[in-house]
């Protein structure tokens, strides 16, 4: 009768200690070997792979072995000087998710300045429609990841007051569902990547208020399957970017301690490549930055020692939150 | 010309190497200094993607441009700017836009889970002002993947935007058939009837009716659960009060099932009714505790710590007290 849940089994032999040098290697060597021409990274989203590789590399005290100069100077070139947008690579249209990699970028190294700040502040506020929700370029797709995308951009620039924040929040409250999750838009399915985004956005707004904190936190660890893996939606396979979109979400409810511990920690370190270094989405797939930075991210909040503390509203380095004195709140 | 985009790398000829393209002269990717996410690119992509700036910065819009953007999409179909310009050229031509259509779902079927293909398609709906291949298209899609968020996603807005509810119900319905479990089938009734009836008495009598007779089924199916008490949002008697549900409920738990869904279902009575006072004498804190207790220690251990919280949580309740403050950190 009883039919299997959606799962995987973590193989005997998987790794089951943080192979950190390792990680710092995979980063660094990202892209540079012709094995990647398959599963390089690709210019369309070059800007947050830079985003994804620094902010590992920041977390494990590791920055400084790339050159600082040569990332300022990409990212400046990036910036539009047209909308203030900033592009995923130079002379490509800007867009609201590399301009927040950017600026993310620009905030661990201190280098806000390296940008036309008010351009970009300029940028995000005219991508925001009338009831309230973000478009992620120009062009017009509308989804929830951009109403994050905005306010976290803006509130790095201290400029959250350069949208209509309230209607902001109205469009983000309308897409929560009848189970307290939240989709993309109104009334799509509810998804851990868009539950983060908006309790994101709610954290970042200051109204968390308006979620069902203990519903939306138990809809959150029912994502934990047998494996110890987080999936995303109900009967769909665990996956590593998971542990991070539900456990940063946990995080801001104040509610981290719901979920199996010890057994997400094993499915994390069951997926990284013992070989190439980093992580893939299950064990065994092939290692991404994209992967290794959500399970460094879930690790720190886990309390990994070796990993500094990841803030889970930005997927920032901690310090460079308390040093900017980011305003930002949690349950 | 015909066979450019051709995937036989024999026949491919370069860009550079033909005769029709000898008056453009192609403009490379600048990468910048920045040695991180660093991009490898394939002879034939750099050759195609060389020419496309070309004639986007020329805003070349011919024919031969036309084809080019075909090439490069196919090369990197997540491109957006790519088919930015590629609507821009089939508007200055004035194209065949049903050809374009079933180009898009040519594309679309070979990346069901890319963004910029359905925003395209999006588009290129909205200038034609039908959506009459819009069902057809999404189900030979969710055929092959019945949770693609991309199709779901635009299955509701040409649903809503063309008013294409009517045999949606049927649809859906075919799919919970097909797959009991499948939370984006529950989640399309949901919108369906949100967006039609509504949730009247009869609705809810008879939406009520049919979750039991899945939940019959298949007991621990989260999905079912969940739109059930979706369901009973609409109620105004609450979650407790439903004679329906409550005798299903506690006939299913008499018979011996133990299905985590269903013990915290019963868990969720209690705690409305110790709450709300009055009602039924079933639901007590002490049956809570009770059940709190079996999924804590045997039916659902992978979330102990939830258990144990809810318990206390109907406990102080009952005595009048403040939510339980979390534990130390333990785990």
């Known amino acids: 009768m009883a039919i299997p849940i959606k799962d995987i089994k973590l193989p005997e032999d998987s790794p089951k200690e943080l192979l950190l040098d390792k990680h710092v290697e995979f980063i660094k060597r990202y892209g540079k070997s012709d094995d990647d021409y398959e599963f390089g990274m690709s210019d369309y989203l070059r800007m947050s792979g830079m985003y994804w590789g620094l902010t590992a590399l920041e977390l494990v005290d590791k920055l400084h072995i790339l050159p600082e100069n040569d990332v300022i100077d990409f990212i400046k070139r990036c910036q539009d000087p047209e909308t203030g947008g900033i592009s995923a690579c130079i002379d490509h249209d800007p867009h609201l998710l590399y301009t927040l990699s950017a ?6 190294y201190d280098r806000l300045d390296a940008v036309d700040a008010s351009a970009v502040v300029n940028y995000v506020t005219s991508l925001q429609l009338p009831d309230g929700s973000f478009t992620g370029d120009k062009w017009g797709e509308v989804d929830t990841r951009f109403s994050f995308c905005a306010v976290a951009t803006l ?6 007051d350069a949208i209509d924040v309230e209607k902001a929040v109205s469009f983000v409250e309308s897409c929560k569902n009848f189970d307290e999750g939240f989709g993309s838009r109104p009334f799509s399915e509810s998804h851990a990547g868009m539950v983060y985004c908006c309790l994101g956005f709610l954290s970042i707004t200051g109204r968390l208020d308006i979620v069902d904190r203990d519903t939306l936190a138990w809809w959150l660890c029912e994502r934990q399957l047998p494996s110890g893996g987080l999936n995303g939606r109900p009967e769909k396979l665990p996956d590593v970017c998971y542990s ?18 010890p057994a997400l920690k094993r499915f994390i370190l069951a997926c990284q490549d013992v070989e190439t270094g980093g992580f893939s989405d299950r064990p065994g797939d092939v290692a991404d930055p994209y992967h290794t930075v959500f399970g460094f991210a879930a690790l720190s909040l886990l309390g990994f020692d070796s990993i500094k503390p990841v803030n889970p509203t930005f997927c920032m380095p901690q310090h460079v939150i308390d040093k900017l004195k980011i305003k930002h709140q949690l349950l | 010309m015909g066979d450019s985009s051709s995937d036989d790398e024999n026949a491919w000829v370069f860009y550079k190497d033909r005769p029709e393209w000898k008056d453009v002269d192609p403009v490379p990717q600048d990468d910048g200094n920045a040695d991180i996410a660093a991009i490898r690119y394939t002879a034939k992509f750099k050759d195609v993607y060389d020419y496309f700036r070309a004639v986007l910065t020329k805003q070349e819009k011919s024919e031969r441009a036309l084809q080019l953007t075909k090439d490069a999409a196919e090369l990197n179909p997540a491109n957006y700017t790519v088919w930015q310009f590629r609507r821009d050229i089939l508007k200055a031509l004035n194209k065949d836009l049903y050809e374009e259509l079933e180009y898009s779902q040519h594309i679309i079927d070979e990346h069901p889970k890319n963004y910029q293909v359905w925003h395209h398609r999006r588009v290129l709906v909205e200038w034609l002002k039908d959506a009459s291949k819009e069902l057809h298209l999404t189900e030979l899609i969710l055929n092959d993947d019945a949770k693609n968020y991309h199709a779901w996603q635009h299955r509701q807005w040409a649903i809503k935007t063309f008013n294409l509810f009517e045999n949606e119900l049927a649809y859906v319905d075919q799919l919970i058939q097909d797959d009991i479990r499948n939370n984006s089938a529950w989640n399309q009734r949901y919108f369906v009837i949100n967006n039609t009836s509504g949730f009247t008495c009869e609705v809810l009598k008879s939406e009520i009716k049919y979750t039991l007779e899945k ?7 989260e999905s079912a659960w969940n739109y059930l008490r979706g369901l009973l949002l609409h109620d105004k008697e ?3 009060k439903n004679e329906t549900v409550t005798n299903y409920c506690e006939e299913l738990y008499s018979s011996g099932n133990r299905s985590p869904f269903l013990l915290a279902f019963l868990v969720d009575m209690c705690d409305e009714q110790v709450s709300q006072g009055g009602g039924d004498m079933r639901y007590t804190l002490e049956r809570a505790e009770e059940l709190c207790n079996s999924l804590a220690n045997q039916y659902d251990k992978i979330r102990t710590k939830y258990w144990q919280y809810m318990a206390e949580k109907i406990k102080n309740k009952a005595e009048g007290k403040s939510e339980p403050s979390p534990p130390s950190d333990d785990s």
């Open chain 2, 215 to 221: 939940i019959k089924i298949a007991k621990e199916n």
């Open chain 1, 103 to 108: 600026v993310q970028i620009l905030c661990m």
């Open chain 1, 155 to 160: 509130a790095l620039l201290n400029r959250l």
């Open chain 1, 244 to 261: 991070w979109w539900v456990l940063s979400s946990l995080t801001m409810l104040g509610r981290l301690h719901w979920i199996s511990a």
């Open chain 2, 238 to 240: 609450g979650l407790s």
